[in-house]
């Protein structure tokens, strides 16, 4: 490819590409980065919809919207467009934007590998597209994807054409996030700055490493679940067949090691923001930065050996369901060691509350709340009653949305100052945060008490018991899709413009962290550091 | 900027935006596309969109591959670009080491989990009311449920010490033959190096063709097929996914071969081949642990 | 000032969401877990307070802590930041501390739970044993002592019903005091079978058997549902137990038996059946077993299960007819009822689906014609 070679000769300027190019061929960490954080956003209304037609659909007895398969599809899709096309391309596309500023690398280490794993991902979610519409538009299209995002077999060796869309999808999302990773880890070991040690690295940088390594590490067995049902249903293979000598189970233990890993991957790049995000606004260090670091590690590595606990009533031996139970519990150790660290940063600090610590502090109080029902769930004879009820609804639901949505939502706020080189509206801002931590909490704490009441999960029509509850609920789901529409409306006019944000728009930022991004002007030259600065 | 770094030494070398990525995205996309439709009974639409992503596929890594040799041979990368490549390869070839894993793991639990269940022993023995004359034994020979039309079990065993300890053998010695190819390339001894490929590919396409032998053979006179229960699901899912990474790291080698006939590598920047050398190694390994737990054990 | 409402608010925010939390542990059982009525669910149910009791006092706890770090370290209100706050004895040990505490709490939690699990995964030798077979959509009961067979179907309500949902037209009937082992099993997909008053659930999967017992305390009718997503009817498939005393349970078992063996011998009797008779049996059977899917107009569901009004096979020659009845349609939804249902039934549906909607085949096939093409 001389042709490429050449196109340096003649490239002196040290602006963007220009016109549509920039973004197709971006081999640059900030335009990709921008790119994903994009999608991401896109993927957010796409899921969102979705949800809101779950919402709808629950309102009340009676099916009302659509028929039970396109329910449970929807179920199905809003599950894997929100945790695979809407959180990890918004923490992917942080990491892009910051983790080279901070460590002061000039990009990523790989950057046509990372502009690679990006555009997977518009193709993937085409694919998820294709599987909703196959069923319509294929003849004997077959039965809907309505599995659940479990995907479980035998159920979904009954679905149709959807399924194989869905399982490709899911393979081109999964080379997607390995590649990222990949990236990212390299990145980090051997883009760093001089003097910028791997203890001196801000919190967020060290959260992706762990993520990284867990994508690496799980991503792949999914990859191998899904291609082993793919054999199933079109190649005679019987893994998951008893009359072949496979089993049904063998799929959800292959499903849940990679997907409990999954669900720290979620989580751990929010902790990342987090560890910054609390610091800068009690003006006072990160309280036990080594034990956040240790804690993340055994997090990872515990959260890889525990992935049964969402298989309690498979009937497990009862030495390995004892096994899965401890394991499970002792997971509150590395998570609690994290919260409490964050609550003593903010102890004797000088605190302010701009939008992105009002979601701190949210977090860690719904986060914490999220985690002992977690506990609860991780009691086995107690999942007996819980399992499969809305209570597990309603616990993943404040994992997911404080414990990783609200964490990027906090480092949205954060970071758009320099990412735009805009303040955002700080009151706009704040609204956003009372609207949102609201009826967030509207919508799902209703779900506890149903579920405890028993009613199931991924069920299109529920019995009149159950109605004021999922009233609520859905009131408080619309509420909060609403919002979002502020959200969308706070961002584009921060890019739009406003007062100029100076390089370190927050006073306590970087107290205690060698992290450089603040050095930069925000926003920072379309190459952040052309030679490489040095971290005394 | 990028000018800039690539003629003082030691900066790092930021690529200029490139249509490979897109191409890949592309290839890939239409490859899945292709085969979805041909397993469900589109098999001609589904073909030809198949083979224009394969085409795709092709050219791109063609294409890829031939701007990284480039930019490579015209001196843009520094000691810390090599890192970069080097540490990528590991990660990548740890992700493809958990993917191999994966049926291990699958092939344990449904050795000393699932049919010890479903034969009656052990925890949820109950299951054995289901399949009263089910016998289990590894290899699988007899199912759980014999009526089923969908599964005929294999008539005998792979037996290890026939071909599979030929294969062994060969992609042991390959190895070996790698390493030889490597202190030549270190001693600057080019000659050696590519001799010691040459030796490398051919070992590398007679394990291959040995090993379509063997599958024809399983197919036609022991019946051992993907139908074969979990017996046949595991072998070929097992060793299907390792021929296809022999074959890949073959043309790999083929590739690498051409360029140090071209005199590409140094003793000092060879990245390209270590790259190759660790893949075929990984894979050497991958079968020793398949010779042991699929063929022998 | 403004930093001082918000600090307000956000702690009145955290007031409430404590709140609820402990709302959870200590409110009526309308917000708590359903009130147990058995040995096994109230030992749970006793395990379940404990966690939320422990959940609660965390939750407490933590908010305290928030709120007080919001209270007394405010900006606005003059709180010099304490820069090496990390570097005193607390900063040093906080991270030995914190988790010995944590991990006495968990072992505490883990402790009592796992002697409650060994009762639940208890194996010792019951009164009563049942088969519970789920299918796509409905279950299936067996009484292996003495052949008695019960099929369950949900009993089609109002959406304005109470009942809506929750009702069988024949339910698992249980004697109360009696130790009642269950034996899970599945036809086609997994289920999950239980009811949280009397059986904790478990799985039931395709090719395996699964095990769970209880011992009902109180007389009366408990209602669980399918918890485990099986497809179109998984809303649609309660798990109704109706909880008797001994005697009573005897009667029931007895009079069930009686019918049994009647049923029995009408199918294998070699008497020749006329259509209308048939044609009557089998509109019983397809209620119960066909109508989830193919529906009572015999058009099915489209894209999804086929109609049987005028198909190829329910409207073609009877053979191909019974041999999809008999062995089912592998991969799909479509099962073998040939295990489930005996001749007569079979011959009667067979000839009921021929004789409905548009098909008017008028043959009426004979239990013997099931037996020949079994
Ligand atoms: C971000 C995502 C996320 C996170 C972080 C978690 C965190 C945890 N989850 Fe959750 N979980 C999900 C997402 C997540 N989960 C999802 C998506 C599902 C459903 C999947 C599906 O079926 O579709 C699920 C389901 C699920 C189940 C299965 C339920 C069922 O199906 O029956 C269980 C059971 O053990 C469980 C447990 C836990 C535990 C123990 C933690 C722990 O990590 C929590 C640890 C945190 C704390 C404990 C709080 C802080 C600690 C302290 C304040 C110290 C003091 C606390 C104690 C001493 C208890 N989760
Ligand atoms: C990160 C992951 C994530 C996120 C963010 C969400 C967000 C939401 N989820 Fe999701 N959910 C899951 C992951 C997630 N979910 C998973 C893994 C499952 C399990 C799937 C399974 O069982 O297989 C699940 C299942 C699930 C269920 C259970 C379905 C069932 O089992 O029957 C419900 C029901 O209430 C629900 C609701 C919601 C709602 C109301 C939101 C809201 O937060 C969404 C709010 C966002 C928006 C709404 C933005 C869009 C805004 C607009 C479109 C503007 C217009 C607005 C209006 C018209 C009001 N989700
Ligand atoms: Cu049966 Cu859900
Ligand atoms: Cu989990």
Redesign the pocket.
């Known amino acids: 490819m001389s042709g490429a070679v050449t196109a340096h000769d003649d490239h002196h300027d040290h602006g963007p590409p220009k016109g549509w190019q920039r973004w197709l061929y971006s081999t640059n960490h900030k335009d990709i980065g921008t790119m994903y954080l994009f999608f991401s956003l896109f993927m ?6 979705m ?2 037609y ?2 709808a659909e ?1 309102f009340m007895p009676g099916v009302q919207l659509a028929s039970p398969n396109f ?2 599809n929807m ?2 899709d ?2 894997l467009v ?2 695979f096309g ?2 990890m391309p918004a923490a992917a596309g942080m990491a892009n934007w910051m983790i080279p500023m901070m460590i002061g690398a000039p990009d990523m280490a790989l950057p046509r590998l990372n502009n690679l794993s990006f555009w997977l991902l518009p193709a993937a979610a085409l694919m998820l597209v294709l599987s909703i519409v196959a069923p319509y538009i294929f003849p004997n299209g077959g039965t809907p994807v309505n ?4 995907l479980l077999p035998p159920l979904s060796k009954q679905v149709g054409i959807g399924m194989d869309f869905t399982i490709f999808a899911i393979h081109l999302l999964g080379v997607s996030s390995i590649l990222a990773s990949i990236n990212i880890v390299t990145t980090i070991l051997n883009m760093r700055a001089p003097g910028m040690t791997l203890m001196k690295m801000p919190l967020f940088v060290w959260s992706w490493f762990f993520t990284g390594l867990l994508l690496i590490a799980v991503m792949p067995v999914l990859a191998g679940a899904v291609t082993m049902l793919l054999f199933d249903r079109h190649f005679g293979t019987s893994f998951f067949d008893a009359a072949g000598g496979g089993d049904p189970i063998l799929f959800q233990h292959l499903f849940w090691f990679f997907g409990h890993p999954e669900v720290y991957v ?1 989580l751990l790049p929010s902790i990342g923001v987090l560890g910054l995000v609390i610091p800068t606004f009690s003006r006072k260090p990160l309280f036990g930065y080594k034990s956040l670091v240790w804690g993340m590690a055994f997090l990872a590595a515990l959260g890889m050996v525990v992935w049964a606990h969402h298989q309690y009533t498979i009937g497990m031996s009862l030495a390995a369901t004892n096994y899965f139970m401890i394991g499970t519990i002792l997971i509150s150790i590395p998570v609690g060691l994290m919260l409490l660290n964050f609550i003593f940063t903010m102890w004797r600090g000088s605190m302010t509350f701009e939008t992105p610590m009002l979601f701190g502090i949210a977090i860690i109080l719904m986060f914490s709340f999220a985690g002992v029902t977690g506990v609860m769930l991780a009691v086995v004879p107690a999942d007996m009653q819980y399992h499969d009820t ?1 209570f597990v ?1 309603a616990h ?2 404040y994992a ?2 404080p414990g ?2 609200f964490g990027l939502y906090a480092g949205v706020f954060y970071w758009l100052p320099k990412w735009t080189g805009h303040m955002y509206d700080e009151r706009l801002g704040k609204i956003f945060f009372w609207w949102t931590t609201i009826s ?1 909490n509207i ?2 704490f209703p ?1 506890h008490f149903l579920g405890l009441a028993g009613m ?5 029509d529920y019995s009149v018991q159950y109605t004021d509850f999922n009233m609520i ?2 009131i ?7 919002s ?2 502020l959200f969308l409306y706070i961002i584009i006019k921060t890019i739009r413009g406003g007062e100029k944000a100076p390089a370190k728009p927050w006073e306590g930022a970087q107290i205690g962290t060698a992290g450089l991004e603040w050095t930069l002007p925000s926003p920072p030259p379309f190459h952040s550091f052309t030679e490489a600065p040095v971290v005394r | 900027m990028t000018q800039a770094t690539q003629t003082d030494k030691g900066a790092y070398f930021i690529p200029e935006p490139s249509h490979w990525p897109i191409t890949a995205v592309s290839g890939m996309f239409l490859l899945f596309l292709g085969l979805i439709l041909a397993i469900n009974k589109m098999d001609l639409a589904g073909s030809l969109i198949l083979v224009t992503g394969f085409a795709l596929l092709a050219h791109l890594l063609q294409g890829w591959f031939g701007a990284v040799i480039d930019e490579n041979l015209s001196g843009k990368y520094n000691g810390q670009v090599d890192r970069s490549f080097r540490q990528g390869m590991f990660w990548f070839i740890a992700s493809e080491a958990a993917f191999f894993v994966t049926f291990f793991g699958c092939l344990y639990y449904l050795r000393n989990i699932t049919l010890p269940w479903l034969g009656g022993e052990g925890h949820l023995a109950d299951s054995h009311l289901l399949w009263q004359n089910f016998q289990y034994n590894w290899p699988l020979l007899n199912l759980p449920d014999s009526s089923n039309a969908k599964y005929a079990p294999a008539k005998e065993a792979m037996a290890p010490w026939g071909i599979p300890f030929l294969n062994t053998i060969i992609l042991l010695s390959s190895g070996v033959t790698l390493t030889w190819a490597h202190w030549g390339l270190k001693k600057g001894n080019n000659p050696q190096l590519v001799r010691g490929l040459v030796i490398t590919i051919c070992l590398g396409v007679l394990f291959f063709c040995l090993q379509a032998y063997e599958y024809w053979h399983a197919h036609t006179e022991m019946d051992l097929t993907l139908n074969a229960g979990v017996y046949g699901s595991t072998f070929y899912m097992l060793t299907g996914f390792h021929g296809l990474h022999v074959t890949i790291g073959t043309i790999m080698l083929t590739v690498i071969c051409a360029r140090s006939i071209k005199r590409h590598f140094t003793e000092h920047n060879h990245f390209a081949f270590e790259a190759v050398a660790w893949y075929w190694h990984f894979v050497d390994v991958v079968w020793i642990a398949l010779f042991i737990f699929v063929y022998w054990l | 000032m403004l930093e001082r409402r918000t600090a307000c608010l956000a702690a009145t925010l955290l007031a409430v969401v404590g709140c609820l939390g402990a709302a959870v542990a200590h409110a009526d059982y309308e917000y708590n877990l359903t009130p147990p009525a058995s040995t096994i669910t109230q030992e749970i149910f006793d395990l379940h307070m404990l966690t939320t009791t422990i959940a609660t006092i965390i939750m407490v706890i933590v908010t305290a802590m928030i709120i007080y770090a919001l209270y007394a370290f405010r900006h606005s209100q003059g709180a010099i930041p304490d820069q090496d706050f990390h570097n005193n004895w607390f900063g040093r040990w906080a991270w030995v501390l914190v988790p010995v505490i944590v991990l006495g709490i968990d072992l505490s939690i883990a402790s009592s739970a796992s002697s409650t699990l060994s009762s639940v995964e208890s194996h010792d030798k019951a009164d009563v044993t049942v088969k519970v077979t789920g299918s796509q959509w409905k279950w299936t009961y067996e009484y292996l002592d003495d052949g008695i067979k019960v099929v369950s179907n949900l009993k089609k309500l109002e959406p304005t019903d109470p009942l809506y949902l929750r009702d069988v037209d024949n339910p698992l009937v249980l004697p109360t005091g009696k130790r009642v082992r269950f034996l899970l099993t599945s036809s086609d997909v997994l289920h999950n079978w239980g009811g949280a008053e009397v059986v904790p659930k478990k799985i039931s999967i395709p090719g395996y058997i699964n095990e769970t017992w209880t011992n009902i305390t109180k007389e009366g009718v408990y209602r669980g549902q399918c918890y485990e ?1 099986c497809g179109a009817g998984h809303a649609f498939m309660p798990a109704v137990i109706s909880a008797v005393s001994p005697d009573k349970f005897e009667q029931w078992r007895a009079q069930q038996k009686s019918q049994a063996a009647q049923a029995a011998a009408e199918a294998s009797s070699d008497k020749v059946w006329g259509k209308d008779e048939l044609v009557a049996k089998g509109q019983e059977v397809y209620t119960k077993n066909c109508m989830a899917c193919h529906q009572a107009n015999g058009k099915g569901l489209p894209g999804v299960f086929p109609a049987l009004s005028g198909s190829k096979i329910a409207d073609g020659p009877v053979a191909g007819h019974l041999e999809r009845v008999i062995h089912g349609k592998p991969g799909t939804a479509m099962a073998a009822w040939g295990p489930q249902l005996n001749d007569l039934e079979i011959a009667a549906v067979v000839t009921f689906e021929r004789n409905s909607w548009d098909n008017h085949t008028g043959d009426a096939v004979q239990p013997k014609d099931v037996k020949a093409a079994r």
């Open positions: 957010l209304f796409f899921g969102g919809a949800a809101m779950i919402r629950l329910y449970n179920v199905t809003h599950a929100m945790v809407m959180v599995t659940g995002w479990t979620l809305m609804v993943f639901h997911l949305i990783a949505v967030f919508t799902f779900q199931p999960r991924r069920i299109v609920s859905s408080g789901g619309f509420l909060f899709g609403l979002h529409l | 997503n």
